[in-house]
């Protein structure tokens, strides 16, 4: 049998992690789906001051080189109890991680330590309104012009572009050969003159995603990270961090647990449910410790995702009907409900995903067999 548990000091790291996040919640609210929809600053620098920003990140770039596993511990105790993290979350799940990577020393120098302070927020442009699954269609475009790119162009579903003081941005250096190639990497810092952000609030009344505009901005040539008109695989990269997390399993946790509290569990289809789920749980976080301590094979973060995604969709469904009408009366509930379709399409849908399951590790043909 698998036996799998953590080191006493794991478990204290666990129960520190959930008293912060709980003392977060006091202060700052409770949210839904908190690491794209608690957006504080302040716990932010809580985050910081605890040491829980770039905690896997190298000593030298200011990291804390802690097992990637505590990462997790902490981040799952914040998402599960709803604690606002999402003023920092892009930065230190993606964008520090990448810059680590594939940035300059320079950089690194430059946007590391203020990410680890809390102090910067990130947003990624990467969606546009006619390329979302179909990335490499992008168009926005970065025109260099002696030391300057000229970027125009417009993204759209660009969680924090209102708030976020970089974008991190996918565009189009290129337009010679394939259309994954030509595809650069551009660190934008937001309030650069010509660039135009419109807030969208979406139907659960959430207002992280945004629509950006870029009309001829022009940001220096050394903010391209890695290599001009290659970064096709340098952003594949950034989606594994992107899909593989424990951010993708736990969000509606804190519904699924008032949930339980209400649950007939008298009734055996909802104890056959509640299995299930548990069920669930335990095996979406196989995957994710799997993902987080390298063991997964490269690309299976697409598998990850959508299993985990598609268990909290199930959340919602059971959180539905084991709060019944209180799920239509409580403004809090019926929002995190709504918000569910959400979960397996940001990061890339579950269609996508099993393209990517079915290519990468089935060796399914891409085009149907005539
Ligand atoms: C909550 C949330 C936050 C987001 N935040 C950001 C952000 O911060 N930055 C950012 O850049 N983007 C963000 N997005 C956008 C997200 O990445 C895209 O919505 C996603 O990649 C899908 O693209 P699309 O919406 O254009 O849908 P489309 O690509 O148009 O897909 C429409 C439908 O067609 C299906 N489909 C498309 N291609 C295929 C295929 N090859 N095979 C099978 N089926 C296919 C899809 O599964 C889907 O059902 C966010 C989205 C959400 C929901």
Redesign the pocket.
């Known amino acids: 049998m698998l036996e799998f548990s953590f080191t006493p000091e794991q478990e204290t790291l666990r129960d520190k992690a959930r008293a912060v996040a709980n003392k977060g919640v006091e202060e700052f609210g409770r949210f839904n789906?908190s690491w794209?929809n608690g957006f504080s600053k302040e716990f932010a620098q809580i985050m910081a001051n605890e040491g829980w920003i770039g905690m896997g990140w190298p000593k030298q770039y200011g990291g804390s080189e802690r097992p990637s596993i505590e990462r997790v511990i902490v981040a799952e105790e914040m998402i599960a109890a709803g604690a606002p993290i999402a003023a920092m979350w892009?930065a230190d799940r993606q964008m520090g991680p990448t810059i680590i990577t594939y940035g300059t020393e320079d950089q690194k120098a430059e946007y590391l330590p203020k990410m680890l302070t809390g102090e910067t927020t990130w947003?990624?442009?990467?969606?546009?309104?006619?390329?979302?699954?179909?990335?490499a269609s992008l168009s926005t475009s970065a025109e260099r012009k002696g030391d300057y790119f000229i970027l125009n162009g417009q993204?759209?579903?660009?969680?924090?572009?209102d708030v976020a003081d970089y974008c991190y941005l996918?565009c189009r250096t290129s337009s010679e050969g394939p259309p994954h190639r030509g595809i650069s990497e551009i660190i934008v810092p937001m309030d650069l003159p010509g660039i135009e952000v419109s807030p969208i609030t979406?139907m659960t009344m959430?207002r992280?995603?945004c629509e950006v505009y870029f009309n001829n901005v022009h940001v220096p040539c050394e903010n391209l990270v890695g290599t001009e008109g290659e970064a096709f695989k340098q952003t594949m990269k950034q989606l594994e961090h992107e899909r593989g997390g424990i951010d993708r399993l736990v969000s509606n946790k804190a519904l699924y647990l008032e949930a339980l509290k209400h649950a007939d569990k008298t009734d055996p289809k909802v104890r056959q449910e509640i299995s299930e789920l548990e069920s669930g749980y335990h095996i979406g976080k196989l995957l994710v410790y799997r993902e987080v301590l390298k063991q997964a094979p490269a690309g299976f973060s697409a598998a990850t995702k959508c299993f985990c995604t598609e268990h909290e969709w199930k959340v919602a469904q059971f959180v539905n009907r084991a709060l019944g009408a209180r799920s239509l009366i409580d403004d809090k509930i019926t929002r995190g409900l709504a918000?569910a379709?959400?979960?397996t399409?940001?990061?890339?849908?579950?269609?996508?995903m099993?393209?990517i399951i079915g290519e990468r590790f089935l060796g399914l043909d891409r085009e149907p067999r005539q």
């Open positions: 789906d794209i892009f947003c990624i442009g990467m969606s546009e309104p006619d390329s979302g699954s179909d990335l993204k759209i579903w660009t969680s924090f572009g996918i979406d959430n992280h995603f918000y379709p959400a979960y399409i940001m990061g890339g849908t579950s269609n996508v099993r393209n």
